[in-house]
């Protein structure tokens, strides 16, 4: 079965850190470039970042770069999320999800519908 599974999660005073994984099965994980959404209540799902699939290049988005690094170990199929200087506006539903094909481009790495199999989510709460 394809799957991706999220962990890591918690609870984080303002400040803090947390490193989220995202372990793979099922497919050729080396294959396939992994990202990382996350969505707040009552919002829509927000792209945070995007690994290629040899670790060559990463995308992250405004609100988290310089703060989070995506990196990614191919001999254990996991994809990691650290996060840094964590603020309650981080608070959300965490996700990994797997990209159709190998090498995100800016402008589109952030677009859900380029993600076929996630994850079922982890939460981080950012206390302030």
């Known amino acids: 079965e394809v799957q991706l599974q999220a962990s890591g999660g918690g609870l984080v005073q303002a400040g803090g850190s947390l490193r989220l994984s995202c372990a793979a099965s099922g497919f050729s994980f080396a294959g396939y470039a992994i990202g990382w959404f996350r969505q707040a209540p009552g919002k829509g799902r927000e792209g945070v970042a995007t690994?290629?699939?040899?670790?060559?290049?990463?995308f992250y988005s405004a609100s988290v770069k310089g703060r989070f690094t995506v990196s990614r170990e191919n001999a254990k199929d996991t994809v990691y999320l650290q996060m840094n200087s964590l603020k309650p506006e981080d608070t959300a539903t965490y996700f990994c999800?797997?990209?159709?094909?190998?090498?995100?481009?800016?402008?589109?790495?952030?677009?859900?519908?380029?993600?076929?199999?996630w994850g079922q989510g982890t939460l981080v709460t950012v206390s302030s």
């Open positions: 999800a797997r990209f159709l094909g190998s090498h995100p481009i800016t402008g589109t790495w952030a677009t859900p519908s380029l993600y076929d199999i």
């Open positions: 690994i290629s699939s040899s670790g060559g290049r990463n």
